[in-house]
């Protein structure tokens, strides 16, 4: 699963800066059966292999999915994602950017974190930093709350895509309320010096309630994904890190289906970096899609699917690489047809 790697938005990408093609890749989904109703997006995606679907208000429990593999221990109650944003203002918007376009390191997040705690603490609000970029916040019950992912958001006017429900505008005061308090905080003041961004802001999405389980027909995960990993903890499957390439991956591969999750693409895509997003496409041609084509024709794959998250699924075999007639199409013609 590659999100980033093809779609609408990756059209653009093309002319100024892919001056080589993935030329494994091509031909990997020219000779594949291209299926058709998969999500589009990396969260329901992934959620789709665990057999859970969005509730009745489109949400996926991303943030005690999240928890549990933060912490390895399952968190009571109602749990949500706040994460830390930078809101940065142009003439007409004001754009949100996640921890994908910053770094934050622990002791900042603990500082933000604590003068949070100091405001709210008569509502009996703890806000738990587990990483620098993922924030937890346990509510008493859930909120009426619509909401989107950070990344969902990225470079995007927040006026748009703010919490929508019977609860928005305590939600939005809170959020005015945070960005006010963390406008002034030192650790902000001291980035700004820096020259980075501020940490002027925090984003509530993912929340919900941990299932009671999952059923998947994966025997294995292999990702550094948080979402996935929750879910892999979840099913009681193993998993194991990212390797660099698909050639270490291979002198590690039993028998049985796996899960490969490589998220490096999406935030190029997202932020429209054509330059990086270029590098990354060719980067990975090199180190998973041309071992993966080769270990495809020497049998030491049965099946291959490519999941770019658009909605797409290629599916591929050793017999199905015999389509010689097949010609592989430009990954921009991928990108820009059905």
Sequence with gaps: MVPGLCGPAIDGLFPAYLGEHPQALEKLLARARVEHGAAQDLDASVCDFFGL????TG?????PLTWLADTGTPGAGYIMRVDPVHLRADQSSLRLYDSRA???DPGEAQELAAAFNELYQDRGWHLEVVAPARWYLALSKPPELETRSPAECAGRDINEMLPRGAHRREWH??????QMLFHSHPVNTAREQRGEPAINSIWPWG??????????????VVTDHPLVMGLARLAGIPRRDLPVDAAELAADLVDGTHLVVIDELAGSRDYADAEAWAAGLMRFEATWFRPLLTMLGAGRIGQLELYPVDGRRYCVSRRLMRRFWR???SL???CRHD
């Design 327 to 329: 010609r592989p199409r």
């Design 59 to 63: 949400a996926l429990p991303v943030a």
């Design 102 to 104: 910053f770094s934050i």
């Design 207 to 220: 929340g919900g309630v941990l299932p009671d389980a999952v059923e998947t027909p994966v025997d294995r």
């Design 173 to 178: 005061a809170l959020l005015n309320e945070v």
């Design 332 to 334: 921009a013609q991928h």
């Design 53 to 56: 679907t969005a509730g009745a």
